[in-house]
């Protein structure tokens, strides 16, 4: 906070009369050369903690083993002509049969595709800003649109999670 008196026109600095080889001098550059050089060693631990958190889950036998994950599909929710809103929607598809799996692996980016379609038709015809949205009916149409892409019966829609911002 300033003094209302204080003239701020003029900037002042507390050593500017002090010569570039001052001990105060050579104290600063000392602290912020520090302060850099435990910030990068800092930020490398945590990169390197991140590469080894990341590594990828072994394929097992479980109920996992099936599931193709995606990325998030995104819809921006218009009313009157501006938006007021987005909806994220993670999701993935289970296919319990092996042979099926390349398959379905391959319609990923179509999937995708016709997921965001869906997602976007969703919000503009079924959802109302400021209520919880029906997860049934978007459930339903992201399986009929995955059957259509995939072949029906081949693999289920999981929705793990609907967030409206």
Do not use: H
């Amino acid at each position: 906070m300033t003094d209302s008196y204080q003239d701020l026109s003029n900037p002042s600095c507390a050593n500017l009369d002090a010569p570039a080889d001052s001990e105060k001098t050579r104290v600063a550059i000392v602290k912020a050369t520090m302060a850099a050089s435990i910030g990068l060693a800092s930020s490398a631990v945590l990169c390197a903690t991140n590469a080894w958190a990341a590594k990828p889950a072994p394929r097992g036998g479980g109920n996992e083993a099936g599931f193709l994950g995606s990325n998030q599909i995104t819809a921006s929710i218009m009313r009157q002509f501006r938006s007021v809103g987005t909806m994220q929607i993670d999701m993935g598809i289970v296919v319990s049969a092996i042979s099926n799996r390349a398959r379905a692996q391959a319609a990923t980016p179509a999937l995708r595709a016709a997921w965001r379609g869906v997602a976007q038709e969703f919000v503009n015809s079924f959802f109302i800003p400021g209520r919880v949205p029906d997860t049934q009916i978007l459930g339903q149409r992201m399986q009929a649109v995955t059957d259509r892409v995939v072949g029906p019966g081949i693999s289920r829609v999981v929705l793990l999670s609907v967030i409206v911002r």
